[in-house]
């Protein structure tokens, strides 16, 4: 994006990224300000928040879908789970003793997991809540809890060819260029279960679309840099190509009306 001159990058962290979040929703719309977003800023936490601080969808303008990440349904080795369908089938013979790692109530993983046990008919799985991914991920590497949800990286791959974990399927809806071997929940008999995260780039709301639609194709010409596409899928994300502003706006629309019902059962 030579084209625009520097970038100043910003780390606005807190309250779960709503400080940084709300800063560009109430910013001025002159492009000059810009969010990199995801599942996380524009689908879970306005849905999973007790009080919202934004509206996910009429507070800003997308520009670009950047790309996606998906998880994994990972278990340990000692579990006699060889499939997707056998951990079902164990869950149900066995309620009460599978642990569930998950990084907090309200977080992908939490919801991710929760998704898998009332699609797969209600499993009785216990769910054990942790302090960030990392340690959920090391207890699972030394059988002190017998499954997580997962976020693929190259990292989470390796250990499954090392058959220190076992990758039953990933919560996509296709199979990923990284793990190519990992079926898919479709695939492995659980249709609905999807759980990816995608990342976006938005502006706040009224931005002209001229300058959208200039970020966009600037934004675009980075992403069919076959070296770029690279260095994304080496760093874990599916690069998503063509959607701009207008396709943005349907596809977080979809996702958050995907997730909807989902967060609103597990409030029940």
């Known amino acids: 994006m030579r084209q625009f001159g520097a970038f100043v990058v910003e780390n606005r962290s807190g309250a779960g990224?709503?400080?940084?979040?709300?800063?560009?929703?109430?910013?001025?719309?002159?492009?000059?300000?810009?969010?990199?977003g995801s599942t996380n800023t524009h689908v879970l936490q306005p849905l999973t928040a007790s009080t919202r601080s934004y509206d996910p969808l009429a507070d800003f303008a997308p520009i670009s879908i950047l790309g996606t990440t998906a998880t994994a349904i990972a278990v340990t080795p000692g579990l006699p789970a060889s499939s997707l369908q056998e951990l079902i089938a164990y869950a149900r013979g066995n309620p009460g003793k599978i642990a569930l790692g998950h990084s907090g109530p309200g977080t992908n993983t939490f919801l991710s997991g929760e998704m898998f046990k009332l699609l797969a008919g209600g499993l009785d799985i216990v769910s054990v809540p942790y302090k960030g991914a990392g340690p959920s991920f090391a207890d699972l590497l030394s059988g002190q809890i017998q499954m997580i949800v997962v976020n693929v990286t190259n990292q989470i791959t390796d250990f499954h060819a090392a058959g220190k974990i076992r990758l039953l399927a990933v919560n996509s809806t296709s199979r990923l260029r990284s793990a190519p071997d990992i079926p898919t929940t479709a695939e492995a008999g659980l249709p609905g279960m999807i759980s990816q995260t995608f990342y976006a780039t938005f502006a706040p709301a009224r931005t002209p679309d001229d300058i959208l639609m200039q970020i966009d194709r600037a934004t675009q010409d980075v992403m069919h840099d076959a070296e770029f596409q690279g260095r994304l899928s080496k760093a874990g994300f599916d690069p998503v190509l063509g959607l701009g502003p207008r396709e943005a706006v349907r596809y977080i629309a979809e996702e958050y009306a995907r997730w909807e019902p989902i967060v609103k059962k597990l409030a029940t």
């Open 17 to 36: 990224t709503i400080i940084g979040t709300v800063e560009v929703a109430r910013g001025t719309p002159d492009g000059y300000l810009l969010l990199l």
